[in-house]
């Protein structure tokens, strides 16, 4: 990484000194000029964000806009003291961890369904659940938006639950330059540059630079070095081009699996809990085919549980099941974009963005480190290797069995562009928005993962005879590890997945919003697009799958159709606005998944949604609230035909049903105010019950969403005391999060009602800024509640311990 920090700081004393250079008239710029820098492509940052454009593309209000829109803006951002996207998401209702993270980049779900990242509109990458992701740091944001919903006619191919989309910073005609560095607990440690000036009266340039490194409580590191850079040049007061780079490489440290829950099974033993069984409850499978305990060993067994197991997960302090074999997920991406913005005339408005994309990524991880305990499963009890461990007529309770190690490489290359023309007019007394938009996405993932096993993963061939186990030793004691000796490729290593993936879509829309003189405003959106998909299997080890070691001809499939937005608004004064929305989108149904040949074109998963809303603000328009019921699902689903038998089912029976859903419904809250110079507030809160109903022939059929909880709530406050005659206020701010229980249930691993616990924690910051200082501490989990902050796959992500963090910034 040391080369890679001289080049920062290389830029950031090129960016100084071509800062000092700028040209001197260039300090005083018009009104208008520092209006049009605030925040977003197409919307204006006041104290309380009154404005987006991410939902319609338009020039309509909150107030007036027809969907469920949230903003966060920077000040919320750095008075909390985040960096990254999985830390600012308490400021969102809706927006969740998603339930089978396994640690690798941001899985976030809005109302239990998946998220479409971009930055000012254009493809951030995708959540591609535990395979590769980014972490999304918020080092050259300003501001978040989320869209809730579908929003595939003005943004392309997305995810079912909506936009997050990260503003960025761009570059300023007024010179600012900052430096930031900032220390904290288990040795993290950052600094930052920011600069921004006009070099001539007509461009100017930003360029952010951030190096930070911390080891992480429990031994979770996190490197991270990131260079942004942009010039925009203006033409005019009507016309402007903007060429901007990022370059970002982490690497961050990987846990799969948490605290796991025990895989202790109470229908088994007549719906008694781990606390109320003894060993006599813990019979040996009559039939005599399952692992057979003497009764020392079902004694011993029965010692080993606790009230909660089967249920929450197993705590065991700051361990965790990290192996030292596990290697950090290594990122590298590459981001150029050009944005062109035009006045054409004085009601015709031209935007268009074009965007390359490049994004490599390469880890191991553990996947699989399970502790079966007593479980009938279809009729047997304990059915070796879903069995306690013994080993020579010893047993070890808390041993991990089928354990799995994935080493991954991907890479993601994508180009995206979009075009938006809107045309304003006003017609029979009524003024009108009439936007054209058309967009293009390129994706080609290349992708290859290699596995090593234990000892419970046997290979057969088609004689019966053994061709492969694995040669991993069984964790003994999930507490205190023993862990394999050696490297990844000391335990023959299986290639299982070798493939390249290739999503296209493009699409074309037409939008009317119009604003009735009686506090009505309307918004039709339709909208046509097509994705296509190609597949090109490479080949595995042959000992893996026979049938696919060789690599096969690329397989394609396409659809296309139409997508809407219907929405209304009406505002009985100006300080209370009513709205109803009903859209629905389309998606890719699956990013990264296989495609035979032997299926012909069919839909795509669709995203539906439909929102009823009230917006209501105060104290001359410095407090902005909103309250929306909603129902959002994804559907054409695919799930397997239970009648389906490969090479015996006839060519009439179908292998897969496309009927299959998920679905949420619930309540939003969301508010922010600045109710004077002394007094912000930020609140939001979330009911929702997030449905799986993705195979109605399956027992999950209508179960809990992973990891989705019921309720989410959370405040944060700040108050400016003015003490000690100080030029400016100390500012004082508490944060509290509520999150309730999140399911982690898995009837096929017998813990059908395994979750994780509620929490309640609390956070704080003090912060002064004096004329070119500021200085800010965070203390996090103030209370140092034990809790688990991400539901994972079968078990939960202990939450970070009380720690502090110091912050301070210098402007030049």
């Not at 197993?314 to 990290?322: A, D, E, K, S, V």
Request: hydrophobic share 35%; charged share 20%.
């Amino acid at each position: 990484m040391k080369p890679f920090n001289q080049s920062i700081l290389a830029v950031a004393c090129a960016a100084a000194f071509s800062s000092v250079h700028a040209d001197p008239t260039l300090q005083q710029t018009s009104t208008e000029q520092n209006e049009l820098e605030q925040i977003t492509v197409y919307g204006r940052q006041n104290n309380v964000v009154k404005d987006s454009g991410l939902a319609t593309k338009s020039n309509m209000s909150l107030m007036e806009t027809p969907a469920a829109v949230v903003v966060v803006d920077k000040a919320l951002i750095s008075t909390q003291g985040v960096d990254n996207l999985q830390d600012l998401v308490r400021n969102i209702s809706g927006v969740t961890q998603a339930g089978n993270n396994y640690g690798i980049g941001d899985n976030l779900v809005v109302r239990g369904l998946g998220a479409n990242y971009t930055y000012d509109g254009m493809y951030g990458g995708a959540g591609l659940d535990n395979t590769f992701n980014p972490t999304r740091s918020l080092t050259n944001v300003d501001s978040v938006e989320v869209l809730k919903g579908p929003a595939t006619g003005l943004y392309g191919m997305g995810s079912a639950g909506g936009v997050i989309n990260l503003i960025e910073k761009k570059p300023q005609f007024t010179e600012f330059h900052q430096l930031e560095a900032e220390i904290g607990q288990w040795n993290t440690y950052s600094v930052a540059f920011d600069s921004t000036a006009g070099i001539t009266d007509k461009l100017a340039y930003r360029v952010m630079a951030k190096s930070a490194r911390s080891d992480g409580y429990r031994d979770l590191s996190d490197d991270r070095d990131e260079a942004y850079l942009s010039l925009k040049y203006v033409f005019d007061q009507s016309h402007d081009l903007m060429l901007s780079a990022a370059y970002i490489k982490d690497a961050l440290a990987v846990d799969s699996i948490g605290h796991p829950i025990r895989i202790f099974n109470a229908q088994s033993v007549d719906g008694k809990t781990a606390g109320q069984v003894t060993w006599q409850d813990l019979i040996n499978d009559p039939k005599g085919k399952g692992v057979q305990l003497t009764d020392l060993q079902r004694q011993q067994l029965a010692d080993s549980l606790a009230n909660q197991d089967g249920l929450t997960p197993y705590t065991f302090g700051h361990n965790g099941i990290i192996s030292p074999m596990a290697k950090d997920n290594q990122g590298e991406e590459v981001r150029f974009k050009l944005t062109h913005n035009a006045d054409l005339t004085d009601n015709l408005f031209l935007n268009q963005q074009l965007q390359y994309r490049n994004y490599e990524s390469g880890f191991a991880r553990q996947t699989g480190a399970y502790n079966y305990v007593y479980w009938n499963r279809n009729g047997t009890i304990n059915a070796d290797p879903r069995a306690p461990l013994v080993i020579n007529d010893v047993l070890y309770p808390y041993a991990a069995r089928r354990q799995e190690y994935r080493q991954v490489q991907a890479d993601e290359r994508s180009w995206q562009y979009f075009l938006d023309l809107r045309y304003d007019f006003s017609f029979a007394g009524i003024d009108h928005e009439l936007l054209v938009n058309a967009n293009y996405e390129d994706r080609n993932i290349a992708f290859e993962q290699y596995s090593i096993y234990d000892a419970d993963y046997v290979i057969k061939n088609k004689a019966g005879q053994q061709i492969y186990q694995g040669t991993l030793p069984y964790i003994l004691d999930i507490r205190n590890p023993n862990w394999a000796q050696g490297s990844f490729a000391d335990h023959d290593p299986l290639k299982t997945s070798n493939y390249n993936k290739k999503v296209k879509a493009w699409g074309t829309g037409l939008q009317h919003v119009a604003y009735f003189n009686n506090g009505f405003t309307t918004r039709v959106g339709i909208a046509f697009n097509e994705i296509e998909q190609a597949y090109q299997h490479l080949g595995v080890d042959p000992r893996y799958s026979a049938s696919a070691a060789s690599p096969t001809p690329e397989q394609n499939t396409s659809d296309n159709g139409m997508t809407y937005n219907l929405g209304a608004t009406y505002m009985p004064t100006d300080d209370i606005s009513l709205f109803v929305n009903h859209a629905k989108g389309r998606t890719a149904y699956s990013i990264l998944g296989t495609i035979t040949g032997t299926e012909t074109d069919r839909d795509d998963s669709q995203s539906l949604s439909n929102d009823i809303g009230m917006r209501f603000k105060a104290f001359n328009d410095q407090l902005l609230g909103s309250i929306v019921v909603f129902q959002s699902a994804r559907t054409n689903l695919q799930y397997g035909n239970p009648e389906f038998e490969a090479g015996v089912s006839a060519a009439n029976v179908a292998q897969y049903f496309y009927d299959g859903k998920e679905e949420t419904t619930g309540v939003e809250f969301d508010l922010n105010a600045e109710i004077n110079k002394q007094w912000r507030l930020n609140v939001n809160a979330v009911y929702q019950d997030a449905r799986d109903k993705k195979d109605p022939n399956a027992s999950s059929f209508d179960t809990r969403q992973k990891g989705v909880p019921y309720v989410t709530s959370s405040a944060w406050l700040t108050y400016g005391a003015s003490w000690f005659e100080l030029e400016n206020p100390i500012e004082f701010s508490l944060g509290v999060k509520y999150v309730d229980d999140r399911s982690t249930n898995s009837t096929s691993f017998g813990i059908p009602d395994g979750y994780v616990p509620s929490y309640t924690v609390y956070d704080s910051a003090v912060s002064y800024r004096a004329a070119r200082w500021k200085l800010q501490l965070n203390i996090n989990n103030l209370f140092d509640e034990v809790y688990y902050s991400k539901a994972m796959f079968l078990g939960g992500m202990p939450g970070e311990e009380r720690n502090a963090k110091l912050t301070v910034s210098y402007q030049l």
